[in-house]
T-cell receptor
């Protein structure tokens, strides 16, 4: 069973389109995250939810909107896609309570905007 | 500002040899967690090793060990008996206890030469 699953793995779309990436975890973690990895491999946090509550909202264009229907799911919707949105987007989950054992990452979604 | 610095963009090691990847971080906190993640060409992010700042003993996981120097704010990763499968990007990461955000370094690309 995949612990953190993201769909789709690859997404090619045209500028101006709207797209969504879905993430689900079956680890019972209470915190989920979206990270963006750019072409230089730099990982930057975008959002985090803890038990469906938004707790981290970094400086991200408001074309990006996360949604967490329950603590096992965190989706990312992107409106009016731009060329600069091309990147790999990672979902991750964790239980940052006592004895933090780090993130469990999904396999990433490579988004290409053409 | 909390930052994580990996000063070696790329390293090479001969198969079966030992290599050390460096990481320094900047924080005024005393309670935090440190991690090393590996990202092979498959792009999956894999936790290699973790260290709790309050523990003086260096963490070890099979061929992977860390040299944690809290006063120097240094957290280097040593890979012994390097194998071809160790070739990957390695990211150092840090999280302050009681917060949710993990901060990543810029990564070191490790090449293993046969």
């Amino acid at each position: 069973d995949t612990a953190v699953s993201q769909t789709p793995k690859y997404l090619v779309t045209q500028m101006g389109n709207d797209k969504s990436i879905k993430c689900e975890q079956n680890l019972g973690h209470d915190t989920m995250y979206w990270y963006k990895q750019d072409s230089k491999k730099f990982l930057k946090i975008m959002f985090s939810y803890n038990n469906k509550e938004l707790i981290i909202n970094e400086t991200v264009p408001n074309r990006f909107s996360p949604k967490s229907p329950d603590k096992a799911h965190l989706n990312l919707h992107i409106n009016s896609l731009e060329l600069g949105d091309s990147a790999v987007y990672f979902c991750a989950s964790s239980y940052p309570g006592q004895g933090d054992y780090g993130y469990t990452f999904g396999s990433g979604t490579r988004l290409t905007v053409v | 500002a909390q930052t994580v610095t990996q000063s070696q963009p790329e390293m090479s090691v001969q198969e079966a040899e030992t290599v050390t990847l460096s990481c320094t971080y900047d924080t005024s906190e005393s309670d935090y967690y440190l991690f090393w993640y590996k990202q092979p060409p498959s792009r999956q992010m894999i936790l290699v090793i973790r260290q709790e700042a309050y523990k003086q003993q260096n963490a070890t996981e099979n061929r992977f060990s860390v040299n944690f120097q809290k006063a120097a704010k240094s957290f280097s990763l040593k890979i012994s008996d390097s194998q071809l499968g160790d070739a990957a990007m390695y990211f150092c990461a840090y999280r302050v206890s009681g917060t949710y955000k993990y901060i990543f370094g810029t990564g070191t690309r490790l090449k293993v030469l046969a």
